[in-house]
């Protein structure tokens, strides 16, 4: 019966593709159509009978599940119809969904879309340090700042961020979210500010600096 089940089976069984998990009879058909198993730890037979048996960490933190190609090999050639290609896709977002991994691709999101909320256009030095800080990866922050200095001071980058007239128009859209929805007023604005203040700071060096040369040169 279901209610004896261990209780992440009965979990998977429940999302898109697990229905018949409990029909795997370890045949290796799927991994054996696998064009991605060099790469994998497991491959998905193995994945399969780890499901059927209760192992939700082992399954959900294992890179097998984000190495699959989905290219529905194992799903066509399954001889007992198992979505397994569906099943993956599932697991990858019960395992962003229960913290087993971090989703970079959505904080990078949300850095994007907080940044055009703010200003109505982006401004990269503002996006980079909103999606390093909310992944607290502050090491590669701080290893892009040489050659974001080159950039700004050959002018590849805006030391200041450019606004648009109308910056709500793009809400009214629905291009972004409601300023509502939208988080905002911590630890990363602050710093952000902070970060504007010194980059309108250094702004303002160059363009005197350079004022100083033309007026010598002039």
């Known amino acids: ?127 980079l340090a909103r999606y390093y800080l909310r992944v607290w990866d502050v090491l590669s922050l701080l290893g892009m700042v040489p050659l974001g200095l080159k950039m700004l001071v050959k002018g590849k980058l805006p030391f200041a961020p450019e606004h648009i007239q109308e910056p709500q128009a793009l809400q009214e859209a629905g291009v972004i979210p409601p300023a509502k929805d939208l988080p905002g007023g911590g630890w990363i604005d602050q710093v952000i500010a902070l970060m504007i203040t010194v980059l309108g700071f250094m702004d303002a060096l160059v363009k005197l600096a350079s004022g100083k040369k033309e007026a010598q040169h002039g």
Request: glycine letters at 8%; one cysteine or more.
């Open 1 to 127: 019966m279901t209610s004896e089940m261990d209780p992440f089976l009965a979990e998977v069984m429940k999302l898109r593709g697990g229905k018949d998990v409990l029909e795997c009879y370890q045949c290796g058909t799927c991994s054996a159509s696998c064009p991605a198993l060099p790469d994998m730890i497991h491959g998905p037979r193995r994945i399969m009978y780890m499901i059927q048996n209760g192992m939700e960490q082992e399954v959900l933190s294992s890179p097998d599940i984000w190495r699959c190609v989905s290219c529905y090999s194992c799903m066509n050639r399954c001889p007992r119809g198992i979505e397994i290609t569906v099943l993956f896709s599932e697991l990858r977002r019960l395992a962003i969904q229960k913290g087993y991994v971090d989703d970079k691709e959505a904080e990078f999101g949300q850095a994007f879309t907080v940044t055009l909320a703010q200003h109505g256009r982006q401004f990269e030095p503002e996006l």
